[in-house]
């Protein structure tokens, strides 16, 4: 059975950084698409960043040029790098992963596989 395990979250100060991690294991899969989701209290989930072997990363225009995704594909790793964080980014932040190549839908949609989330709080 496929794992994710997210790490990294915390409480920081509004213009501070947060990087997360991700480890996939038991994943049967040498081609997939990998990201990070977050939800916030009393709102729908919202895909962050998504990136696949292409490396060709998608954001969320809420954090595009704060939020950098990266990766070892080949050990099954993620990374989320928070930069400038806002008040607005406190969420349970997941990760996400699914067999295959990111989609045009895959940021909006989610993927197959999730973890239990890290908690991010950003504070004014």
């Known amino acids: 059975q496929v794992e994710l395990l997210e790490s990294g979250g915390g409480s920081v100060q509004a213009g501070g950084s947060l990087t997360l991690s991700c480890v996939a294991s038991?994943?049967?899969?040498?081609?997939?698409?990998m990201g990070w989701f977050r939800q916030a209290p009393g709102k729908e989930r919202e895909g962050v960043a998504i990136?696949?072997?292409?490396?060709?990363?998608r954001y969320a225009d809420s954090v595009k040029g704060r939020f950098t995704i990266s990766g070892d594909y080949d050990k099954y790793h993620l990374y989320l790098q928070m930069h400038n964080l806002k008040p607005e980014d406190t969420a349970m932040y997941y990760c996400?992963?699914?067999?295959?190549?990111?989609?045009?839908?895959?940021?909006?949609?989610?993927?197959?596989?999730w973890g239990k989330g890290t908690l991010v709080t950003i504070y004014s």
């Open positions: 038991k994943f049967p899969y040498d081609s997939y698409c």
């Open positions: 996400a992963a699914e067999s295959g190549l990111c989609t045009d839908v895959s940021l909006k949609y989610g993927l197959d596989y």
């Open positions: 990136i696949d072997r292409r490396g060709d990363p």
